[in-house]
């Protein structure tokens, strides 16, 4: 099953938050859903353009023009060392162009998990859906090490920065924020990592999803 399958990926706007693998989602996602539409992937704060799609001119004619050949394709406006920032033209312009609009949402330095700050993530009001990635390379590590915003995450989980991060301070993050539709679990690629994951997907409302996105392998947690 293709993973767009698997998360039931709607058409308009998608948004991907957290840490853990949203780049590797999105380029992986935009390739699926090329064979069934058009798809912009975009951002609402900083990506690099994304590996393996063209770049269009960021304006609704460039879109437009590049649809012809390629269907699909990176937007943003150039920001400092080569990244791109949000798109010129307005998001529900956007979906008017675009069967699929994928939109990374907010950063994590790299970091399996995160905490968000008052400003994140950006979530344009025109989304359907809101997956939020992480890793499960994060259990057992320290907040401080391998959480992005270690001081806000620690006092969500009920832990000290120096803590290991575990499923239930984990969901006690997610459950604090809640500012997911669906989670995803990434770099589950050991018996022991899915247990932990399952044991998170246990403490979750929401459809919890498993895998290892660069491997092409993931599954139904709940």
Not at 26 to 44: D, Q
Not at 144 to 168: F, M, Q, V
Not at 200 to 206: D, F, K, Y
């Amino acid at each position: 099953m293709e993973l767009c399958d698997l998360l039931r990926i709607p058409r308009g706007v998608t948004c991907l938050i957290g840490g853990g693998g949203k780049t590797t989602a999105l380029a992986l996602l935009g390739r699926e859903l090329s064979r069934r539409g058009r798809v912009i992937l975009c951002t609402t704060t900083h990506i690099r353009p994304v590996a393996g799609f063209p770049l269009a001119p960021n304006s609704q004619e460039g879109i437009t023009e590049t649809f012809q050949h390629h269907p699909a394709l990176c937007v943003g406006t150039p920001a400092e060392e080569g990244k791109l920032t949000a798109p010129a033209i307005l998001m529900d312009r956007l979906r008017e162009l675009a069967d699929y609009v994928l939109v990374e949402a907010d950063g994590a330095r790299h970091c399996p998990c995160k905490a968000h700050a008052p400003h994140e993530p950006v979530i344009p009001p025109e989304t359907a859906f809101t997956l939020l990635l992480l890793g499960a390379g994060g259990f057992g590590r320290p907040i401080s090490e391998c959480a992005h915003r270690p001081e806000r995450y620690a006092p969500l989980a009920g832990a000290k920065p120096e803590d290991p991060i575990t499923p239930e301070r984990a969901a006690r993050v997610l459950l604090a924020e809640d500012l997911h539709d669906a989670v995803f679990i990434n770099q589950m690629e050991s018996p022991r990592q899915e247990a932990l994951a399952r044991r998170l997907a246990a403490l979750l409302p929401c459809p919890v999803y498993g895998g290892a996105l660069q491997k092409g392998v993931w599954k139904c947690l709940s």
